[in-house]
C-alpha cells in the first residue's frame, strides 16, 4: 500500500466513521422526568469548561454542543434532585476524542425518580445511574 493510501486510512480511523456529517458537533441532552414540582439541578464540567447550574422543572430539556479535542474530550456531571436536592448522581456525562474524533455523537441523559437513564437515540433509553 503506498504512502497516501496509508495516510488517509488513518486520517478516516482517526476521524470515527459514522453517519454524522465532517465537522457536525456532537451534543449532551438532559430530560427532567421526574415526578411534579420536582425541579432537576445539572453541571456539567470539562478539562476547559464549567457550564454553570442548570435547573430544570418537569418536562424540561438542556443541552449543550461542542466538538471532540484530538487529545481527549470529557464531561463529568452532577445531577441533583428532592427536597433540598438531597439526592445526587455523579458521572460522566461524555467521553470521546483521542485517536478517534466523533462527529454528531448523540448523549441522552433522562432523570427519573429510579435513576438516570441514557441512550445514544437508537435506542430504547436503559439504566445507567441511581440516586445516592
Same mark, same amino acid.
Given at each position: 500500500?503506498?504512502?497516501?493510501?496509508?495516510? *488517509?486510512?488513518?486520517?478516516?480511523?482517526?476521524?470515527?466513521?459514522?453517519?454524522? %456529517?465532517?465537522?457536525?458537533?456532537?451534543?449532551?441532552?438532559?430530560?427532567?422526568?421526574?415526578?411534579?414540582?420536582?425541579?432537576?439541578?445539572?453541571?456539567?464540567?470539562?478539562?476547559?469548561?464549567? *457550564?454553570?447550574?442548570?435547573?430544570?422543572? !418537569?418536562?424540561?430539556? +438542556?443541552?449543550?454542543? &461542542?466538538?471532540?479535542?484530538?487529545? %481527549?474530550?470529557? &464531561?463529568?456531571?452532577?445531577?441533583?434532585?428532592? !427536597?433540598?436536592?438531597?439526592?445526587?448522581?455523579?458521572?460522566?456525562?461524555?467521553?470521546?476524542?483521542?485517536?478517534?474524533?466523533? +462527529?454528531?455523537?448523540?448523549?441522552?441523559?433522562?432523570?427519573?425518580?429510579?435513576?438516570?437513564?441514557?441512550?445514544?437515540?437508537?435506542?430504547? !433509553?436503559?439504566?445507567? +445511574?441511581?440516586?445516592?
Amino acid at each position: 500500500m503506498n504512502r497516501l493510501s496509508c495516510f *488517509l486510512l488513518t486520517i478516516g480511523l482517526c476521524i470515527g466513521l459514522s453517519n454524522a %456529517k465532517w465537522n457536525e458537533k456532537n451534543s449532551v441532552h438532559f430530560k427532567n422526568s421526574l415526578g411534579r414540582n420536582n425541579i432537576l439541578k445539572i453541571n456539567c464540567i470539562s478539562n476547559d469548561d464549567d *457550564l454553570g447550574f442548570h435547573y430544570l422543572r !418537569p418536562g424540561e430539556t +438542556y443541552e449543550f454542543s &461542542f466538538h471532540d479535542s484530538v487529545i %481527549k474530550t470529557e &464531561f463529568f456531571c452532577d445531577l441533583w434532585q428532592g !427536597p433540598n436536592f438531597k439526592f445526587h448522581a455523579g458521572f460522566t456525562g461524555y467521553e470521546g476524542g483521542g485517536l478517534i474524533v466523533h +462527529y454528531g455523537k448523540k448523549n441522552f441523559w433522562d432523570a427519573r425518580e429510579d435513576g438516570i437513564y441514557f441512550t445514544h437515540g437508537q435506542k430504547m !433509553p436503559k439504566l445507567e +445511574y441511581t440516586w445516592k
